[in-house]
Nanobody, 121 residues
């Protein structure tokens, strides 16, 4: 059974940095077929995209995090990371990792359980 395990969240001060990690367990998918994404959901709001990285390494970011957040991957560890710098109180949210296994017939999507990030001013 495929499951994603996130780590690295916590409570920090504005201007601090955090690195979130997301590792997949129980997967038989080729790392080269995986697309990773980080999403976040502030309290009382809907979940939105933060960043994605394609199976070829191309990254995209939400405008609100460009220049501060970096998504990257380690195929050998089947892990995706979200490096967050210069954090702002507006970054406070539950962060979710999403993995999509690209398949010619049907893509498979998996979500992590979510991890809390709190940024105080």
């Amino acid at each position: 059974q495929v499951r994603l395990v996130e780590s690295g969240g916590g409570s920090v001060q504005a201007g601090d940095s955090l690195r979130l990690s997301c590792t997949v367990f129980g997967s038989d998918f080729s790392p080269n077929a995986l697309v990773w994404g980080w999403y976040r959901q502030p309290l009382g709001k809907s979940r939105g995209l933060v960043a994605t990285i394609s199976n070829s390494g191309g990254a995209k970011y939400a405008d609100s995090v460009k220049g501060r957040f970096t998504i990257f991957r380690d195929n050998a560890k089947t892990t995706a990371y979200l490096q967050m710098a210069n954090l702002e109180p507006e970054d406070t949210a539950d962060y979710y990792c999403k993995m999509t296994a690209i398949n010619p017939i049907r893509d498979h999507e998996y979500w992590g359980q979510g991890i809390e990030v709190t940024v105080s001013s």
